[in-house]
């Protein structure tokens, strides 16, 4: 299964935290599962620490991606095909980060990992939770 974490998942993961799912727990540790991270959650995870929003968490980019490296998680790219996609799903949600993920997920077939009900509501994406 290829999945793309949710940034509050990546988060609760990292932190061992319980709010995670008993189900996308068990997915990510699957060695034979395809588990990716997209820019989208750099971006928005560097925005709420800058807000004041999350705490510093990773520091900065660079441990950002070592911390993706040492779980063996994937980099996922923003590309244009992914921003027109955004940007042209037909729903009224708001939140960039959301949309964008909702995008990636659709364009590459992959399973996102989310507790947002956003995305299998509004946006009809296969999710795990």
Do not use: C, Y
Not at 6 to 28: K, P, V
Not at 64 to 70: E, H, M, Q, S, Y
């Amino acid at each position: 299964m290829r999945l793309l974490l949710d940034t509050h998942a990546l988060l609760w993961w990292w932190a061992d935290d319980a709010r995670l799912g008993i189900a996308a727990r068990t997915a990510i540790a699957d060695e034979g599962n395809e588990v990716l991270v997209s820019a989208a959650s750099a971006w928005e995870i560097a925005t709420k620490q800058r807000l004041g929003k999350l705490a510093a968490q990773p520091a900065d980019a660079g441990e950002f991606a070592a911390l993706l490296r040492a779980d063996g998680f994937g980099h996922l790219a923003v590309t244009h095909r992914h921003a027109w996609q955004a940007g042209s799903l037909a729903v009224e949600h708001r939140d960039p980060f959301d949309r964008m993920l909702a995008a990636q997920a659709q364009l590459e077939g992959l399973v996102l990992v989310s507790v947002d009900p956003v995305f299998a509501g509004e946006f009809g994406q296969r999710v795990l939770w």
